[in-house]
């Protein structure tokens, strides 16, 4: 490589400023002419322009005399400050590798700011020396920058501090006698600041004497200030990780920093203190800690941090027992607003509860749950309702002696304006009342007092549904009925409808709803002090007289004559199971049996009558009519072979579907990592012992240093399996941008970090000329941003030379990267050349990642969410299996619909494919594709819906689709 190109490449540099594209360029002489003879503005403006040009690769190898005489001698501070970073960017050495000349004038110029008489001009310079990578411009500086470690201002001192470290790393001959220098100097320093600086450089450059000067104080940490703190634990944590013999001598000062006074001190001195000592009394420390920091922290951010250490030591089985203690110390943390905070507690403790403390637990969560009922409270209440609803569930099934405690307060829910919340209580009972028998008398109890206050349609079927499963005794099928009649008020519907329309007020329906469940009725004050009980329903149609007629009937009734006619085919096939299990618990006696069933039946034709007259909003539909219609016929035949499926086979329906739902979670939920828990702590016959006394220290040894570990996870070189190092090279990801015969060769490495793209641009010169100003010109198309400007260079004939440029994302769209390299040859007089680079393409899949969630929070994105792209299926692919897992490795989705659903072979398939994006969009998909059975040969076809909530996802996921078909097809 060309020394011009190297040194190019290699110089050092520490600032960015850009450089607006459609402003006039001044020339050379311009910038010069405002040098000498400006006043300190025009000259402050002139190399403010000569640093943004130098910075976009241009050179005034002429102006840097005139700036040493001109601009030097000025003691404005403005011009000081861009002196410095003047001199941090101009080149400094000869084409040959030799210091310039004129940078003797510069050294003196150093020398005089170290000690002027402004405290802020000999800190700035001192700041600056620390990017100087030429020994011979600091070495006639280092007495003065010794001078400055005995200045009175602390900003000179610790920047002092700062420049001594950053010489002694990078030149330790400058100054053999530094660590012994800076030793001194900290035994007699007040600042912290000062003293931070100085005892981290001890850390890096001489260990010993910073442990000696721990040893000193080690008893007033407390006092010290927080940013000194954070370097004693950072030495602690390297001290006892390389030596753990150490440990004993300095673990007492970490419990001490436990309860210091700044939150990241604490944070840091917990997990160090969890990597020295896996005793229960250090964990329950660093984890009490770690929830006080949640407690008392306002970021939601580090809250979220905080939490997914507490998960992290949960890991760990020896942890996981102390943690269990501290159950309701972390239920504190649901006193935040965040709902991602309260569901990640939650989550947390629902796998640390145990039996010691689950009846503390059931109370709190339904304190949580009461105070839900205040809307005014916090935001997403409804969220956090139902989470809390979920998480009750759980503890339920993983503990049912609970389920006595929980069901009643739960059950009022049913009655929630919040459609979600009051589904999950509807499954929750409805498993609860399948698996304990001894609870379904109380169920049934609460379920029919809170009968006529449900507002949701659908949860009333849901109810309708428990209600004629499990009534299983006269006196609760009685009740039901009555129930029933009370919320569709009289009937014949259309007779009562018809004197209500002619103005014939109904006084037994009056009486029926204002005798209806205590709860719906409210006590008011008359004029005389009397109280007055009325019914919620006339009060609240009395109180306006333009709302809707609707609103005066009954529950059921204002459903019906909305057009909602699948409440009615519900309420058939209930009223059908009473009347059947009716017929058998009054076996014998045919009068009472034939009144039940006449009543049934009279309600059923009711609801025809009334769907068929046109009176509803909408008509009855030809399915609910016929499934109405089936229940009558049953009520008629009574075929038994017809009874004994309403009867039995509705349960054993749901239990198999419950035992589904078991296995599901056993594959993926909690009782799969309950059970991997439980493998990971059996211990063969044939296994060593393991002493804790005897293998502690070389268990330390054998851990890897956190540090070390952060960084790793920060370039992403972590958990990289040999098997997938041919796959993650460098070389799998290489895009030939130009072709081999065109005069300038590129090449580039994409490397997909989490929000930005960093391209690697390798460029040769295949000519025998002197490419000079060669630019790589690159612009993006999407949601790509280019963050800076590639710098021009010069490339040596046969040369070559690597680019590197950051692109920053910022959301799930499909990206082009287009640009182009222009340059000049040396000694041509044409205009400047330029070669056109092949596009890249940057998949969205990088940021796609398979996701879980209900199917009642499928159902209700796929409503919300308005953009559409319907993807034709045009695939060689002949198994429905086989395409539906291409297109889930593919897209990176994950696919909801249970493998039970999609087993079997009728030439259909329908799934529901779910992901999210690294930056929290949603994206849903719904796979409905066919082929015959009776030509085996034939290829898959059908569509795949995809939705999401913004454009250029939906767009991007289809366009992946249709690309990977393609592929198949060539």
């Given at each position: 490589?060309?020394?011009?190109?190297?040194?190019?490449?290699?110089?050092p540099?520490?600032?960015?400023?850009?450089?607006a594209?459609?402003?006039?360029?001044?020339?050379e002489?311009?910038?010069?002419?405002?040098?000498?003879?400006?006043?300190?503005?025009?000259?402050?403006?002139a190399?403010?322009?000569?640093?943004?040009?130098?910075?976009?690769g241009?050179?005034?190898?002429?102006?840097?005399?005139?700036?040493?005489?001109?601009?030097?001698?000025?003691?404005?501070?403005?011009?000081?400050?861009?002196?410095?970073?003047?001199?941090?960017?101009?080149?400094?050495?000869?084409?040959?590798?030799?210091?310039?000349?004129?940078m003797?004038?510069?050294?003196?110029?150093?020398?005089?700011?170290?000690?002027?008489?402004?405290?802020?001009?000999?800190?700035?310079?001192?700041?600056?020396?620390c990017?100087?990578?030429?020994?011979?411009?600091?070495e006639?500086?280092?007495?003065?920058i010794?001078?400055?470690?005995?200045?009175?201002?602390?900003?000179v001192?610790?920047?002092?501090?700062?420049a001594i470290?950053?010489?002694?790393k990078?030149?330790?001959?400058?100054?053999?006698?530094?660590?012994?220098?800076?030793?001194?100097?900290?035994?007699?320093?007040?600042?912290?600041?000062?003293?931070?600086?100085?005892?981290?450089?001890?850390?890096?450059?001489?260990?010993?004497r910073?442990?000696n000067?721990?040893s000193?104080?080690?008893d007033?940490?407390?006092?010290?200030?927080?940013?000194?703190?954070?370097?004693?634990?950072?030495l602690?944590?390297k001290?006892?990780?390389?030596?753990?013999?150490?440990?004993?001598?300095?673990?007492?000062?970490?419990?001490?920093?436990?309860?210091s006074s700044?939150?990241?001190?604490r944070?840091?001195a917990?997990?160090?203190?969890?990597t020295l000592?896996?005793?229960?009394?250090?964990?329950?420390?660093?984890?009490?800690?770690?929830?006080?920091?949640?407690?008392?922290?306002?970021?939601?951010?580090?809250?979220?941090?905080v939490?997914?250490?507490i998960?992290?030591?949960?890991e760990?089985?020896?942890?996981?027992?102390?943690?269990q203690?501290?159950?309701?110390?972390i239920?504190?943390?649901?006193?935040?607003?965040?709902i991602?905070?309260?569901k990640?507690?939650l989550?947390l403790?629902?796998?640390?509860?145990?039996?010691?403390?689950?009846?503390?637990?059931?109370?709190?969560?339904?304190?949580?749950?009461s105070?839900?009922?205040?809307?005014?409270?916090?935001?997403?209440?409804?969220?956090y309702?139902?989470?809390?609803?979920?998480?009750?569930h759980?503890?339920?099934?993983?503990?049912p002696?609970?389920?006595?405690?929980?069901?009643?307060?739960?059950?009022?829910?049913l009655?929630?304006?919040?459609e979600?919340?009051?589904?999950?209580?509807?499954v929750?009972?409805?498993?609860?009342?399948?698996?304990?028998?001894?609870?379904?008398?109380?169920?049934l109890?609460?379920?029919?007092?809170?009968?006529?206050?449900?507002?949701?349609?659908?949860?009333l079927?849901?109810?309708?549904?428990?209600?004629g499963?499990?009534c299983?005794?006269?006196?609760?099928?009685?009740?039901?009925?009555?129930q029933?009649?009370?919320?569709?008020?009289?009937?014949?519907?259309?007779?009562?409808?018809?004197?209500?329309?002619?103005?014939?007020e109904?006084?037994?329906?009056?009486?029926?709803?204002?005798?209806?469940?205590?709860?719906?009725?409210q006590?008011?004050?008359?004029a005389?002090?009397?109280?007055?009980t009325?019914?919620?329903?006339v009060?609240?149609?009395?109180?306006?007289?333009?709302?809707?007629?609707?609103?005066?009937?009954?529950?059921?009734?204002?459903?019906?004559?909305?057009?909602?006619?699948?409440?009615?085919?519900?309420?058939a096939?209930?009223?059908?199971?009473?009347?059947?299990?009716?017929?058998?618990?009054?076996?014998g006696?045919?009068?009472?049996q034939?009144?039940f069933?006449?009543?049934?039946?009279l309600?059923?034709?009711?609801?025809?009558?009334?769907?068929?007259?046109?009176?509803a909003?909408?008509?009855?539909?030809?399915?609910?009519?016929?499934?109405?219609n089936?229940?009558?016929?049953?009520?008629?035949?009574r075929?038994?072979?017809?009874?004994?499926?309403?009867?039995?086979?509705?349960?054993?329906?749901?239990?198999?579907?419950?035992n589904?739902?078991?296995?599901?979670?056993t594959?993926?939920?909690?009782?799969?990592?309950s059970?991997?828990?439980?493998?990971?702590?059996?211990?063969?016959?044939?296994?060593?012992?393991r002493?804790?006394?005897?293998?502690?220290?070389?268990?330390l040894?054998?851990k890897?240093?956190?540090?070390d570990?952060?960084?790793?996870?920060?370039?992403?070189?972590?958990?990289?399996?040999?098997?997938?190092l041919?796959?993650?090279?460098?070389?799998n990801?290489?895009t030939?941008?130009?072709?081999?015969?065109?005069?300038v060769?590129?090449?580039?490495?994409?490397?997909?970090?989490?929000?930005?793209i960093?391209?690697?641009v390798?460029?040769?010169?295949?000519?025998?000329?002197?490419?000079q100003?060669?630019?790589?010109?690159?612009?993006t198309?999407?949601?790509?941003?280019?963050?800076?400007?590639?710098q021009?260079?010069?490339?040596?004939?046969?040369?070559f030379?690597?680019?590197?440029?950051?692109i920053?994302?910022?959301?799930?769209?499909?990206?082009i990267?287009?640009?182009n390299i222009?340059?000049?040859?040396t000694?041509a007089?044409?205009d400047?050349?330029?070669?056109?680079l092949?596009?890249?393409?940057?998949?969205?899949m990088?940021?796609?990642?398979?996701?879980?969630?209900?199917?009642?929070?499928?159902?209700?994105?796929w409503?919300?969410?308005?953009?559409?792209?319907?993807?034709?299926?045009?695939?060689?692919?002949?198994?429905?299996?086989?395409y539906?897992?291409?297109?889930?490795?593919?897209?990176?989705?994950?696919?909801?619909?249970p493998?039970?659903?999609?087993?079997?072979?009728?030439?259909?398939?329908?799934?529901n494919?779910?992901?999210?994006?690294?930056?929290?969009?949603?994206?849903?998909?719904?796979?409905?594709?066919?082929?015959?059975?009776?030509?085996?040969?034939?290829?898959?076809?059908?569509?795949?819906r995809?939705?999401?909530?913004?454009?250029?996802m939906?767009?991007?996921?289809?366009?992946k689709?249709?690309?990977?078909?393609?592929?198949?097809?060539?």
């Amino acid at each position: 490589m060309s020394s011009t190109s190297s040194i190019m490449i290699e110089q050092p540099c520490y600032t960015l400023i850009n450089l607006a594209q459609d402003v006039e360029q001044p020339t050379e002489m311009k910038l010069k002419e405002d040098l000498e003879k400006g006043d300190n503005k025009i000259k402050a403006e002139a190399l403010k322009k000569v640093i943004q040009l130098m910075l976009n690769g241009e050179k005034f190898p002429s102006l840097l005399m005139t700036i040493i005489r001109f601009v030097m001698p000025v003691a404005d501070h403005t011009l000081k400050k861009l002196l410095l970073i003047f001199w941090e960017i101009v080149p400094k050495n000869t084409p040959d590798g030799k210091l310039m000349h004129e940078m003797i004038l510069v050294c003196d110029a150093y020398r005089r700011d170290l000690q002027h008489p402004n405290e802020f001009i000999r800190g700035s310079t001192l700041r600056f020396l620390c990017k100087l990578k030429e020994p011979e411009l600091l070495e006639p500086l280092m007495p003065s920058i010794k001078a400055c470690l005995e200045y009175k201002h602390n900003y000179v001192r610790r920047n002092a501090v700062m420049a001594i470290f950053t010489i002694y790393k990078n030149f330790n001959f400058l100054m053999p006698d530094a660590p012994e220098i800076i030793a001194n100097f900290l035994e007699r320093e007040q600042d912290m600041s000062c003293k931070r600086n100085a005892f981290m450089m001890l850390i890096h450059a001489d260990q010993d004497r910073a442990l000696n000067y721990l040893s000193s104080c080690i008893d007033q940490v407390n006092s010290f200030g927080d940013i000194l703190q954070l370097v004693i634990v950072e030495l602690i944590y390297k001290v006892c990780h390389a030596n753990p013999s150490e440990r004993a001598r300095f673990i007492r000062c970490v419990y001490a920093l436990l309860n210091s006074s700044s939150p990241a001190v604490r944070y840091e001195a917990a997990g160090t203190l969890i990597t020295l000592s896996s005793a229960p009394s250090a964990v329950k420390a660093a984890a009490t800690c770690y929830i006080d920091l949640i407690v008392k922290e306002s970021d939601n951010n580090v809250k979220l941090i905080v939490l997914d250490k507490i998960i992290q030591l949960k890991e760990v089985p020896s942890h996981e027992k102390v943690l269990q203690e501290l159950v309701m110390d972390i239920l504190r943390v649901l006193s935040s607003p965040d709902i991602e905070v309260r569901k990640k507690t939650l989550n947390l403790c629902l796998d640390l509860v145990s039996s010691r403390t689950i009846g503390e637990m059931v109370l709190v969560l339904k304190k949580e749950l009461s105070k839900t009922n205040n809307v005014n409270e916090i935001d997403d209440m409804d969220k956090y309702r139902q989470l809390l609803v979920r998480t009750l569930h759980q503890m339920t099934i993983k503990f049912p002696d609970t389920a006595a405690a929980i069901v009643p307060s739960v059950i009022e829910y049913l009655s929630d304006n919040n459609e979600l919340a009051a589904s999950d209580v509807l499954v929750f009972v409805r498993e609860i009342i399948h698996k304990f028998e001894n609870l379904k008398e109380l169920i049934l109890q609460k379920l029919l007092e809170i009968f006529s206050l449900i507002k949701s349609v659908k949860i009333l079927r849901g109810t309708l549904w428990i209600l004629g499963e499990y009534c299983d005794n006269i006196e609760d099928i009685q009740s039901l009925l009555t129930q029933v009649r009370q919320s569709l008020g009289d009937i014949p519907i259309v007779d009562d409808e018809l004197k209500r329309a002619a103005g014939i007020e109904n006084k037994d329906d009056e009486q029926i709803l204002k005798s209806n469940i205590s709860t719906g009725t409210q006590q008011l004050v008359t004029a005389d002090g009397t109280y007055a009980t009325q019914s919620a329903f006339v009060s609240s149609a009395s109180s306006s007289s333009n709302k809707d007629d609707i609103d005066k009937r009954p529950p059921l009734r204002g459903f019906l004559m909305k057009g909602d006619f699948f409440i009615a085919s519900a309420l058939a096939r209930t009223l059908t199971k009473l009347a059947v299990k009716y017929s058998k618990l009054v076996d014998g006696n045919e009068t009472k049996q034939n009144r039940f069933n006449a009543e049934a039946m009279l309600i059923m034709a009711c609801i025809l009558h009334y769907g068929k007259s046109g009176m509803a909003k909408k008509p009855i539909n030809e399915d609910d009519s016929d499934s109405i219609n089936v229940c009558l016929r049953v009520l008629s035949e009574r075929s038994p072979f017809v009874l004994n499926l309403f009867n039995n086979q509705s349960a054993a329906a749901l239990s198999s579907m419950l035992n589904a739902k078991l296995t599901e979670e056993t594959d993926s939920g909690w009782l799969k990592q309950s059970k991997r828990k439980i493998k990971s702590q059996q211990i063969q016959a044939d296994d060593p012992l393991r002493f804790g006394q005897l293998i502690s220290n070389s268990d330390l040894i054998d851990k890897e240093d956190v540090f070390d570990l952060t960084l790793k996870q920060a370039i992403g070189v972590l958990n990289k399996k040999d098997e997938d190092l041919i796959l993650s090279s460098k070389l799998n990801k290489v895009t030939q941008l130009t072709g081999f015969s065109d005069p300038v060769y590129a090449e580039a490495y994409v490397h997909v970090n989490q929000y930005d793209i960093v391209l690697d641009v390798l460029i040769v010169n295949q000519t025998t000329d002197t490419l000079q100003n060669l630019t790589l010109e690159l612009a993006t198309l999407g949601d790509l941003k280019l963050v800076e400007k590639p710098q021009s260079l010069t490339l040596a004939p046969r040369d070559f030379t690597n680019i590197k440029a950051n692109i920053k994302v910022a959301s799930t769209e499909n990206g082009i990267i287009f640009g182009n390299i222009v340059y000049d040859i040396t000694g041509a007089t044409s205009d400047r050349n330029c070669v056109v680079l092949n596009d890249i393409h940057i998949d969205i899949m990088d940021y796609i990642v398979p996701a879980q969630c209900t199917d009642q929070e499928f159902l209700q994105m796929w409503v919300l969410f308005e953009w559409e792209n319907k993807v034709v299926v045009n695939t060689n692919i002949k198994d429905l299996n086989e395409y539906l897992e291409h297109i889930i490795k593919s897209t990176n989705m994950k696919c909801l619909t249970p493998e039970k659903a999609l087993s079997g072979d009728c030439g259909f398939m329908a799934a529901n494919l779910y992901a999210k994006s690294i930056f929290g969009e949603d994206v849903l998909a719904n796979v409905s594709i066919e082929k015959s059975l009776h030509n085996p040969e034939s290829h898959v076809h059908g569509h795949i819906r995809i939705r999401a909530k913004s454009q250029g996802m939906a767009l991007s996921m289809g366009d992946k689709i249709n690309l990977t078909q393609k592929q198949i097809k060539n």
